[in-house]
């Protein structure tokens, strides 16, 4: 049972326009989200995240939107880079004592073409 | 050191060896986390330890797989008679909070991934 699902395996986006990238969601005890970026040979690391608490998330270039009734969130990034080029996992927990744990989806690899 | 340290990088096991993938957190660290990652799959959560006290093993796939951190600092995942879906990249990650989740999430190692032919 794939509790946190990213439905498209790969996207492509013209360097400079908008990336969006998509996840959704079946758990409803889930209440923080990340997302991680991940290059070959390399660990995933922390780029963004959310609380239930809140619908929109900014840095920099980075926005992650949350719709709870839906149980779907997107992560933007404008303007994309070259340097953007990873596999993009979503990340889900249900925060409380004794739920440390991260429920990630299969990944989505973005390529930014120059 | 700056980050996770993983090792070995690699590491090609026959079936039915035994095989201890090592993990060093960043210094100071509370919590430290398994994750396996199947080929083209997310990474899944195999065990969770705040200091030395491992308080989740619920990912764990089999009693042929043991965690430990004996100090509360480095941690040693130890696979007992691999099989062949074992195979996967087996990722570190730690965390400064008590609570893994919080706002910088965690930082991961390189991982260690291993193949059992």
């Known amino acids: 049972d794939q509790q946190v699902k990213q439905n498209s395996p790969s996207l492509s986006v013209q360097e400079g326009r908008i990336s969006i990238l998509n996840c959704d969601y079946t758990?409803?005890?889930?209440?923080?989200f990340l997302w991680y970026k991940k290059y070959p040979a390399e660990g995933p690391t922390f780029l963004i995240s959310?609380?239930?608490?809140?619908d929109k998330n900014e840095d920099g270039r980075f926005t992650v939107f949350l719709n709870k009734s839906a149980k779907h969130l997107s992560l933007h990034i404008v303007p994309s880079q070259p340097g953007d080029s990873a596999v993009y996992f979503c990340?889900?927990?249900?925060?409380?004592?004794?739920?440390?744990?991260?429920?990630f989806g299969t990944g989505t690899r973005l390529t930014i073409i120059p | 050191g700056a980050g996770v340290s993983q090792s070995p990088r690699y590491k090609v096991a026959k079936r039915g060896q035994d095989v201890a993938l090592r993990c060093d957190p960043i210094?100071?660290?509370?919590?430290l986390f398994w994750y396996q990652q199947a080929l083209g799959q997310g990474p899944e959560f195999l065990t969770y330890?705040?200091?030395?006290?491992?308080?989740?093993k619920s990912g764990l796939p089999s009693d042929r797989f043991f965690a430990e951190r004996p100090e509360g600092s480095v941690s040693t995942l130890k696979i007992q008679r691999t099989q062949q879906e074992d195979s996967a990249v087996y990722l570190c990650?730690?965390?400064?909070?008590?609570?893994?989740?919080?706002?910088?999430?965690?930082?991961f190692g390189s991982g260690t991934r291993l193949t059992v032919v």
């Open positions: 990650a730690s965390s400064l909070f008590s609570r893994g989740t919080g706002a910088q999430g965690y930082t």
């Open positions: 758990n409803s005890m889930f209440d923080y």
């Open positions: 959310i609380s239930s608490i809140k």
């Open positions: 990340a889900a927990s249900a925060q409380g004592f004794g739920n440390e744990k991260l429920t």
């Open positions: 210094s100071g660290h509370v919590s």
């Open positions: 330890f705040q200091n030395e006290a491992q308080l989740d």
